[in-house]
């Protein structure tokens, strides 16, 4: 097995107003306007090929930033992502242009995958099927619930067969039944030996299903491993600060985030 992901000193760094001003004058002058947050600090791991691996953390620790990273749809504002392979990225604020319908978006997807329209052709149906949202596939994507968004995401991205999936909790939406059959293409997918990052705010999804677990703690890679060396101290650690107060959690989150040098951090 070779390596499928390398990520080296991936530093994010988000521009954050406090005025409507300010916003307005970073769209306009390219050298940003705002305060610097870092929402990831540099964040080095490496993954083989059939890793399974869980990336935990709690609210605001960079999950989905990395989640965007690795998929390529974000860009590192400082750092490397090396991947062996086509990545998708599956999540429930998933990359569905709204105006579309769910049909026009397989086309798009699969044509920015570099699909030509007679490999689109046979993977549609197979889309649709999968996705199994009716009438809805030639409605605009604006009018789907968070459930149907993801049944269309993931059936996608599993028919397309990328070499690395990343799966931002997207099965935390959406039925039990679908879910299996998520599970299914996932396990098919594991034993293919293909890479799969997964979030999901469920713990009980992640260790019946990751080997390895990310902790992201703040921007900051807090621990990697396996599940059962990282799982126990990350319970650990969220039984402690789910038994702080809020006001100790706050002043918590923000000694963290000082540490990393982001100044404003006021929630
Ligand atoms: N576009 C953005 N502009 C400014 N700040 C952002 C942006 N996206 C994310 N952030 C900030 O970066 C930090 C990490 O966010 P991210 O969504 O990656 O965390 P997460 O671990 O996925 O959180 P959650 O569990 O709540 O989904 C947060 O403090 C968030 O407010």
Redesign the pocket.
């Known amino acids: 097995m070779g390596k499928s992901v390398i990520v080296k000193n991936v530093t994010k760094r988000?521009?954050?107003h406090t005025k409507t001003s300010e916003r307005l004058l970073d769209i306009i002058l390219p050298t940003g306007y705002g305060e610097d947050?870092y929402?990831l600090r540099n964040v080095s791991f490496e993954a083989e090929e059939g890793d399974v691996v869980g990336i935990v953390?709690?609210?605001?620790?960079?999950?989905?930033?990395?989640s965007n990273i690795i998929a390529g749809i974000v860009p590192p504002t400082s750092g490397t992502v090396k991947t062996k392979g086509e990545t998708s990225l599956i999540a429930v604020q998933s990359g569905l242009n709204n105006q579309l319908t769910g049909r026009e978006n397989i086309e798009l997807k699969c044509l920015m995958l570099g699909f030509n329209k007679k490999q689109i052709r046979k993977l549609e149906p197979e889309i649709i099927e999968f996705a199994d949202i009716g009438k809805f596939i030639d409605q605009p994507v604006k009018k789907y619930s968070s459930g149907m968004k993801s049944r269309l995401g993931f059936g996608i991205s599993v028919t397309v067969d990328p070499d690395i999936l990343v799966i931002d909790?997207a099965l935390s939406v959406g039925d039990q039944t679908f879910a299996d059959k998520c599970y299914d293409k996932m396990n098919d997918f594991k034993k293919r030996g293909k890479t799969i990052f997964f979030?999901s705010?469920s713990i009980g999804q992640m260790k019946k299903f990751c080997e390895k677990a990310l902790w992201?703690e703040y921007?900051r890679v807090k621990d990697y491993g396996t599940m059962k060396e990282v799982m126990p101290k990350y319970e650990k650690f969220l039984k402690d600060f789910k038994a702080m107060s809020k006001k100790e959690q706050k002043a918590y989150r923000e000694k963290m985030l000082q540490s990393q040098g982001n100044e404003l951090v006021k929630s």
């Open positions: 988000y521009k954050l947050f929402a953390g709690i609210n605001g620790s960079g999950k989905s930033t990395l909790e979030i705010h992201l921007g």
